[in-house]
């Protein structure tokens, strides 16, 4: 399959106006949207079964045929660019190198719902990335494509970059929604949903940057088309991440049937420095670990969730067999401690007693009991919490110690750990 | 924060937890940001001032280096909401600082991706050639160490932040030539967002 979400990324200026408008016939889906009626657009992207890229894969034309229309609210898009789910990092490639695809995206979408404000909220890590936006939706104003009366349609359109300032759960929708009012950024209990109570108390949507800039390819070319692209509900193209432990890291598109043994064998040349595979996380941190006899299955939603794992953001974090698994878990769950939000108990008070449990057995200071514990308590988070951050954070123990139980007898048994590595710290932080 | 009796106070305190900021010296935003700050207040409806708080948050970063008790409250002043508001919003978001920093920040990535490839002996690195620990400023106050979680860009691992801009596939052993570096040219040591292309 020929990209289609980055065909040009690798030619200079490719982030251009200029370049967008020759290259990819830009703003003609946009065009071609202005003639539809907003149901018929939301009706093309039900029918390309177009799944959320943001990790939980919910059905973008749901989503917009739920947002309420028959109020006199304002609606509101919101493109959640906040990217921080470890080992992801497509958005980034996306925005930096064919921002109007993801201008053209957040209009449609603006269009099809009936709202006349889209803001892009931007990791505040970012910076230079928004530069770069900002340049595009200047040329984009200045071109006709955003502002009033777009194309002579009398379609009014306004985009807004809003900035972030380091905070993973802003990118939870409830979550974002608090932090666009100027508040914490933690999440809502749901119902009410944004379609209904969103920003400001307004019927909002709220997507990835990846899923709004596959739109423009939806209206261009049709929804069947997008679905035939991949396995069956599976359909359309996906941007993958490799990181870790691999000859070359870095985002490749394909569709849905590419499996995670050509992702890293293929696509990132496989394991580096002639080692071994022994672990590899394929939809960012927050889903479970795969071990290697397990990677013969295609990278799709339906595929991964099949094998007892999710695609989520597709960022596949690879680890050879110097990596030992109880640190890895120990890294992760600093990251989900750190980034807790706080509000609910299980996941602020939970995650701490994880992480500590996790330190003590790295450092050779576990019991036997602690790894019956650990499970005990991370069931306790996962699934009591107001948003899915709770699961994530259990996810790294769970599966962790699931796949990779033994590993941890040994830590404890010996009394150290029985992986170490020379790319790790040589004095780790203390246990306590 | 928790108080199970075995469990142990952490010296770091939670995100969700208080500690008072220090004052700071008396904090008003030039004329030039207070107007930056009014421009991007129209992006929202008017009843919604608030929603530009991060906007203006990172305003007084650019002009003190720091958020203070005092910039805080201005910052209160300006919005039109209460300094517990404000104080809320600094003490929640990671890249707010609450103190003094140095004139550079080191941010180093600590999460799976970039620890793989060894961040973690980048921050050992810095911390041996700086004589600080993580969270720390160095003696002149040129570099504060710190470490940050996952920034995006993993298969440029390792990456470190510097104030707003970014170094990428940083080895452990050339840190401490980029803190030379950095000392001799600043920002402009640093090797940028990593583009296979030209940028024009």
């Known amino acids: 399959m020929d990209p289609l ?17 020759r290259q990819d016939g830009g703003y003609q889906a946009l065009r071609k949207a202005l003639g539809m009626t907003p149901d018929a657009i939301i009706d093309e992207v039900k029918k390309s079964g177009l799944r959320g890229r943001g990790g939980a894969g919910f059905p973008t034309g749901m989503k917009w045929q739920f947002v309420d229309r028959k109020t006199d609210k304002p609606r509101y898009i919101c493109c959640n660019a906040d990217e921080s789910e470890p080992g992801t990092f497509k958005d980034h490639v996306l925005m930096e190198r064919n921002p109007h695809l993801l201008l053209e995206g957040c209009a449609i979408g603006c269009y099809a719902i009936g709202a006349k404000v889209a803001y892009i909220y931007i990791r505040g890590e970012f910076l230079h990335v928004q530069h770069v936006l900002e340049e595009a939706i200047a040329e984009a104003y200045a071109g006709g494509y955003l502002g009033r009366n777009i194309l002579g349609s009398g379609f009014d359109c306004d985009i807004y970059l809003h900035r972030g300032a380091g905070a993973y759960e802003a990118g939870e929708e409830t979550a974002l929604i608090e932090s666009l009012e100027g508040k914490r950024a933690q999440p809502r209990l749901k119902p009410p949903f944004p379609a209904t109570a969103g920003l400001y108390g307004c019927p909002t949507a709220v997507n990835n940057v990846e899923t709004l800039c596959n739109v423009p390819l939806i209206v261009a070319r049709g929804g069947e088309w997008y679905a035939a692209l991949g396995p069956e509900k599976n359909g359309g193209p996906k941007l993958f991440c490799v990181s870790g432990h691999v000859v070359r890291p870095g985002t490749f598109e394909g569709t849905m049937h590419t499996t995670v043994r050509e992702l890293i064998y293929g696509h990132a040349g496989g394991i580096a420095n002639g080692r071994q595979l022994k672990a590899v996380i394929p939809g960012g941190s927050s889903v479970p670990v795969l071990r290697p006899d397990q990677i013969d299955v295609p990278a799709s939603f339906d595929g991964l969730m099949k094998a007892g794992t999710m695609l989520g953001s597709a960022g596949m974090i690879v680890m050879d067999d110097t ?7 120990e890294n992760l769950l600093h990251f989900y401690r750190h980034e807790s939000c706080g509000k609910c108990t299980p996941c602020r008070e939970g995650g701490a007693w994880l992480l500590n449990m996790l330190r003590k057995i790295e450092r050779g200071e576990g019991r036997l009991r602690d790894i019956e514990l650990l499970l005990s308590v991370a069931d306790n988070i996962a699934g009591k919490t107001l948003c899915a951050f709770g699961d994530a954070a259990a996810t790294p123990v769970l599966a962790t110690i699931k796949q990779f139980r033994d590993e941890f007898e040994a830590h404890v048994r010996e009394g150290r750990c029985t992986c170490p590595a020379d790319w790790r710290a040589r004095q780790p932080v203390a246990a306590h | 924060m928790s108080f199970h009796p075995e469990m142990q106070y952490e010296t770091a305190l939670h995100k969700s937890a208080r500690r008072l900021p220090p004052e700071g010296e008396p904090f008003t935003f030039t004329p030039e940001r207070r107007q930056r700050f009014e421009e991007i207040a129209t992006h929202y409806p008017q009843e919604q001032r608030r929603s530009a708080i991060l906007y203006a948050l990172f305003l007084v970063q650019e002009q003190q280096g720091w958020i203070s008790a005092n910039a805080m409250r201005h910052v209160a002043e300006v919005i039109g909401c209460t300094p517990a508001d404000v104080e809320d919003v600094v003490s929640y978001y990671a890249m707010f600082y609450r103190q003094p920093v140095g004139r550079y920040v080191l941010q180093v990535c600590r999460t799976l991706s970039c620890a793989l490839r060894g961040a973690e002996r980048v921050t050992e690195a810095f911390s041996e050639a700086l004589g600080v620990k993580v969270g720390e400023t160095d003696a002149t106050g040129t570099f504060t160490l710190v470490e940050v979680e996952c920034l995006g860009a993993c298969d440029r691992a390792p990456v470190v932040m510097v104030n707003d801009g970014w170094h990428e596939c940083l080895k452990p ?13 600043g920002e402009a040591a640093l090797s940028g967002c990593f583009h296979k292309v030209e940028k024009a």
């Open chain 1, 323 to 329: 990596t030992c698994m109880v640190w890895m878990a």
């Open chain 2, 173 to 185: 052993e050339d840190a401490k030539q980029l803190l030379d570096d950095v000392r001799a040219r």
């Open chain 1, 5 to 21: 979400l980055t065909p040009h990324v690798r030619e200079p200026r490719s982030y251009t106006l200029d370049f967008y408008l």
